[in-house]
Every structure is written in C-alpha cells, then in structure tokens.
C-alpha cells in the first residue's frame, strides 16, 4: 500500500511540475509579442510577431515536453510490454498491433517510434520501417545500422541524387570510422565497380585498415580468396564480393552489381543463385523466383534450388507447386531434411491433407535421436486429434520422462487418460502441468472441459476464456470458443 502511495505521489508532482512550467511558458509568450508594420505596396498590414525564444525559454519547453513524454509513455506502459513480450517470442504482427496502440496515444515518444520501426524492419517491411526511422530526431539516428539498411533497400539507387542522399545519411550514421568506409565502398561500387574494388585493395593494404570490421573482413577475405585461386578469371573475383555483400546483408547492392555482371557473363550460376537469395531477403518472391527459374533451367537437379523454389512457393501460397519442389530436393538429396519436413507438413495441413501430415511428423521425429519438444508438441496433438491414439500414446510415454518440465506432455497424458475413462489419473497429469505453466493455452482448455464434466461451468468459462485471450490465432482459441459457444446455447 505504502508503494503504491508512493508511486502515485510521484505521478501527481510530475504532473503538477508540467503544468506550472506550462503555466510559466505560456505567461513568457504572452509578453514576448510585439507589432510590425509590414508594407505591401499599398497598404501597410499590422502583423503580431513573436520574437525570438531565449535560451531560458527554450530550455523550459524542452523539459516540458520531456515530462510530457514520460507521463504518456507511463499511462501505455502496458501496451509496451505486452508488445515486448510478443517480439521476444517473434510473434511480430501481434508486438506491432501493441506498439501502434502505444504510438496512437504517444506520438512524440522515441521509445515508441523504436520499437515500431525496429519490428517492421525484423519483418522486413522496409517502406513501412522507413516512414516511421523518419520520424526521429537526426541525432537519434547515429549508428543506427537499420535505417541504412533500409535506405539502401528502398531507394532506387540508379541516380546520383539518391547516392548523394545516402552519402549524406551515411555521414549522420557514421560520422566516421570502418562502417564509413564499408557503406561508402558500397556507393562508389555502384558508380564503378573496378575502380571501387582496386581501391578498396589498396586500402586493406594500408595501416589503417584495422580488420575490426566484420563486413570489411568478409569483403577483405574475398579478395583474398581471389588470390589464392589459380585460374585468373574476373567474373569469379566479382562473384566473391557479391557473394560477400549478400552475407553482410547488402542485398540492394548485391542485386544491382550481379545485374551488372549478367550483363556481361548471362546464366552465371553463381550469381543467379546470389541475386536470387537477396531477393528472397527482401520478401520480393516474384523476383526471386524468376530468377531461380532461370537457374532451374541450366540445372534441373540442384537439390538447393529445388528446396528455394519450394520455399518460395510457399510464401507465394502456391502449396501443391511447393510441395513438388521440396519432394524433389528431398528426392536429390537435400541435406536439412527436418526444415524441408517441417515445411511439407504445413503444406499439407493447409492443403487439409492430415494423412500427409502425420506422415511427415513421424519423418521428422524420426530425423534426430532426440526430436525437437515443439514439433514432438505438435505430432502428439495432431496423433490425438486426427491420427492414432496409441501412437499418441507411446510418443507420450516415451518423451514425457525427458521433458518432464514441459507442460504440453501432462495435458497429453490428460487427453489419453480421459478417452480411456482414466478421470482420477487423468486429474492428476493436468495439476501436475498446471503447476508447471499455468498460462498454457492447452492446459487451460483441458482444465475447462474437466469443470464442465464436473458441472461447474462458471469455472469452466474463466478457462476457456484464458485460453481465447493468450493464445491468439491457435487451434486452442477456436476450441475454446466453440466450448464457450455451447455453454451460452445451453442457457
């Protein structure tokens, strides 16, 4: 009680703080006017003039606003945290849906502006990301890597007026420094590639090349590499930097200087297969599948292709079309198999296929020694649901042992001893999970369907709607409100 007596002691002070300093600010205004008589050429206009603020005035506003600032972000510090909490778990439309109700009530607060930009940026919606970096302070933007990021995603890069906006942004980021150099040599590629390279060169040969920079080093080593290699071609040393821009996430630039290079040497596998991976970085997928076609055409039987391509039809929901390419990477021998199963078997279950399903869950449980606990999460619930309850069953027994700790595996335990009539047991697994996370979504809905056996159905109801708040867009939710729907049909 006492802390929160204190708590709102200091709310109140700084509240009253803002308002006597608004008080005082705007009492400064009113006797800082003055009149000036403005001539037209026919008439003289008499206009009302601010002069300028002192330093003094200046100062107090500033503080003004900062306290404003720190009173809106205390009254949407929840919605800030709830964003947090969806952005560690990469759960980002959910996080971005919290920051842009935090922003709405907020709209000065950098804090906000951060998170918003940051998250569109990890979902790579660069326009988006970029509308809101533009929003802050230059002095807030210094060693911002992102932000540049996304000016080299977003701008065209063809014309020199847009090299000189970046030159310009480049100096604000990095006044100085290696980072300078590397996104300065990214520029002067663009305009000239050889001249950029040999220039480049010369300078990691120099005592003030550090090697501190880990995007320098990575073109450094390409160069390098160059060297070492016996056949003298240039189109190899060029597909070694490009390959190296790639790495460093310089996907813009990659695209043009590969472009630049087909130009000269066209089907140039290493590259195609470059330009086609930056695009797939940069979520245009009609891109990179074009190019990946053209690639898929020298080569028929690369086995990485063929997995890309699925990827790739994947996010563009041509499902049965990815799932034709990824059978084949498998069938060629691609050799992450438990990415490629997993990626089949959400094909499948959005083709309605549960049969296909189930047969890839088993695939890829059986992939490692020790499965993965959240697809052995999944395989179980979809063993119970669609498949065979004493596979479900076994899967249980065998793993529960060494993920004892997890709650999922005592809702299992739960769901296969209630269809065997087993209640008392059953009871028993569900506490022991509940005590272990008792925000589990598919805890929460077991322990509701047990009050509803029981008859307690205001118990039941609290479960069930736990379950439709914290966990969003699952199967859980809409189980839980098909139960919620049958308990308000009985009233």
Same mark, same amino acid.
């Given at each position: 009680?006492?802390?929160?007596?204190?708590?709102?002691f200091?709310?109140?002070?700084?509240?009253?703080?803002?308002?006597v300093?608004n008080?005082?600010?705007?009492?400064?205004k009113?006797?800082?006017?003055?009149k000036v008589?403005i001539?037209?050429?026919?008439? =003289?206009?008499?206009?009302?003039?601010?002069?300028?603020?002192t330093?003094?005035?200046?100062?107090e506003?500033?503080?003004?606003k900062?306290?404003?600032?720190?009173?809106?972000?205390?009254?949407?510090?929840?919605l800030?945290?709830?964003g947090?909490?969806?952005?560690?778990?990469?759960e980002?439309?959910?996080?971005?849906?919290k920051?842009?109700?935090?922003?709405n009530? &907020?709209?000065?607060?950098?804090?906000?502006?951060?998170k918003?930009?940051?998250?569109?940026?990890?979902?790579?919606?660069?326009?988006?990301a970029?509308?809101?970096?533009?929003?802050?302070?230059?002095?807030?933007?210094?060693?911002?890597?992102?932000?540049?990021?996304t000016?080299?995603?977003?701008?065209?890069?063809?014309?020199?007026?847009?090299?000189?906006?970046l030159?310009?942004?480049?100096?604000?980021?990095?006044?100085?420094?290696e980072?300078?150099?590397y996104?300065?040599?990214?520029?002067? @590629?663009?305009?000239?590639f050889? =001249?950029?390279k040999?220039?480049?060169?010369?300078y990691?040969? =120099?005592?003030?090349?550090t090697g501190?920079?880990e995007?320098?080093?990575?073109?450094?080593?390409a160069?390098?590499?160059?060297?070492?290699?016996?056949?003298?071609?240039?189109?190899?040393k060029?597909?070694l930097?490009?390959?190296?821009?790639?790495e &460093?996430? +310089? $996907?813009?630039t990659?695209i043009?200087?590969?472009?630049?290079?087909?130009?000269?040497?066209? &089907? $140039?596998?290493?590259?195609?297969?470059?330009?086609?991976? +930056?695009?797939?970085?940069?979520?245009?997928?009609e891109?990179?599948?074009?190019?990946?076609?053209?690639?898929?055409?020298?080569?028929?039987?690369?086995?990485?292709t063929?997995?890309?391509?699925?990827?790739?039809?994947?996010?563009l929901?041509?499902?049965?079309?990815?799932?034709?390419?990824l059978?084949?990477a498998?069938e060629?021998?691609? +050799?992450?198999?438990?990415?490629?199963?997993?990626?089949l078997?959400?094909?499948?279950?959005?083709?309605?296929d549960m049969?296909?399903?189930?047969?890839?869950?088993?695939?890829?449980?059986?992939?490692?020694?020790?499965?993965d606990?959240?697809?052995l999460?999944?395989?179980?619930?979809?063993?119970?649901?669609?498949?065979?309850?004493?596979? @479900?069953?076994?899967?249980?027994v065998?793993w529960l042992?060494?993920?004892? =700790?997890?709650?999922?595996?005592?809702?299992?335990?739960?769901?296969?001893l209630k269809?065997?009539?087993s $209640?008392?047991e059953?009871t028993?697994?569900?506490?022991k999970?509940?005590d272990? &996370?008792s925000?589990?979504p598919?805890?929460?809905?077991?322990?509701?369907?047990?009050e509803?056996?029981?008859?307690?159905?205001?118990?039941?109801?609290?479960?069930?709607?736990?379950?439709v708040?914290?966990?969003?867009d699952?199967?859980?939710a809409t189980? @839980?409100?098909?139960?919620?729907e049958?308990?308000? +049909?009985?009233?």
């Amino acid at each position: 009680m006492q802390r929160l007596f204190i708590v709102f002691f200091i709310i109140l002070s700084i509240i009253a703080t803002a308002v006597v300093i608004n008080t005082q600010v705007n009492k400064t205004k009113e006797t800082k006017k003055e009149k000036v008589l403005i001539h037209t050429g026919t008439t =003289t206009v008499e206009e009302v003039q601010e002069t300028p603020k002192t330093e003094k005035e200046l100062s107090e506003e500033a503080v003004r606003k900062k306290i404003e600032t720190l009173r809106k972000r205390f009254a949407v510090k929840g919605l800030i945290v709830s964003g947090d909490i969806h952005l560690k778990n990469d759960e980002y439309v959910h996080a971005l849906k919290k920051y842009l109700e935090a922003y709405n009530k &907020n709209k000065n607060d950098p804090v906000i502006l951060n998170k918003i930009w940051d998250t569109y940026f990890l979902m790579k919606n660069y326009e988006r990301a970029k509308e809101y970096y533009e929003k802050i302070d230059g002095e807030d933007i210094q060693g911002n890597e992102n932000y540049l990021l996304t000016l080299f995603y977003t701008l065209p890069l063809a014309s020199e007026e847009d090299r000189n906006i970046l030159l310009e942004k480049i100096g604000l980021i990095y006044p100085e420094g290696e980072d300078t150099r590397y996104y300065t040599f990214l520029l002067e @590629a663009l305009s000239d590639f050889h =001249t950029a390279k040999l220039e480049l060169s010369a300078y990691f040969d =120099t005592q003030e090349y550090t090697g501190e920079n880990e995007k320098l080093q990575r073109i450094n080593q390409a160069i390098e590499a160059y060297r070492n290699f016996q056949i003298d071609e240039v189109y190899y040393k060029n597909a070694l930097i490009i390959g190296a821009l790639y790495e &460093n996430q +310089s $996907y813009r630039t990659a695209i043009l200087l590969g472009q630049e290079l087909l130009e000269e040497k066209p &089907n $140039y596998q290493p590259i195609l297969k470059i330009i086609a991976q +930056s695009y797939f970085e940069m979520w245009d997928y009609e891109n990179a599948k074009k190019i990946l076609m053209e690639f898929n055409k020298i080569d028929q039987e690369n086995a990485d292709t063929n997995y890309m391509l699925g990827v790739i039809n994947l996010k563009l929901k041509e499902y049965v079309l990815s799932n034709i390419y990824l059978v084949k990477a498998l069938e060629i021998g691609y +050799s992450e198999k438990q990415e490629l199963y997993r990626r089949l078997i959400y094909n499948y279950y959005i083709l309605g296929d549960m049969e296909k399903v189930l047969v890839y869950f088993e695939k890829l449980l059986h992939e490692t020694e020790v499965p993965d606990s959240d697809d052995l999460i999944l395989a179980i619930y979809y063993q119970i649901m669609y498949g065979d309850l004493e596979v @479900a069953k076994e899967w249980t027994v065998l793993w529960l042992n060494h993920y004892d =700790t997890i709650a999922d595996f005592y809702g299992f335990k739960w769901w296969i001893l209630k269809e065997e009539e087993s $209640y008392e047991e059953a009871t028993k697994q569900l506490q022991k999970g509940f005590d272990l &996370n008792s925000k589990n979504p598919m805890i929460n809905l077991n322990l509701g369907q047990l009050e509803m056996l029981r008859g307690q159905t205001v118990k039941a109801r609290i479960y069930f709607r736990k379950v439709v708040q914290e966990a969003v867009d699952t199967e859980f939710a809409t189980i @839980a409100e098909q139960e919620l729907e049958r308990l308000d +049909s009985k009233k």
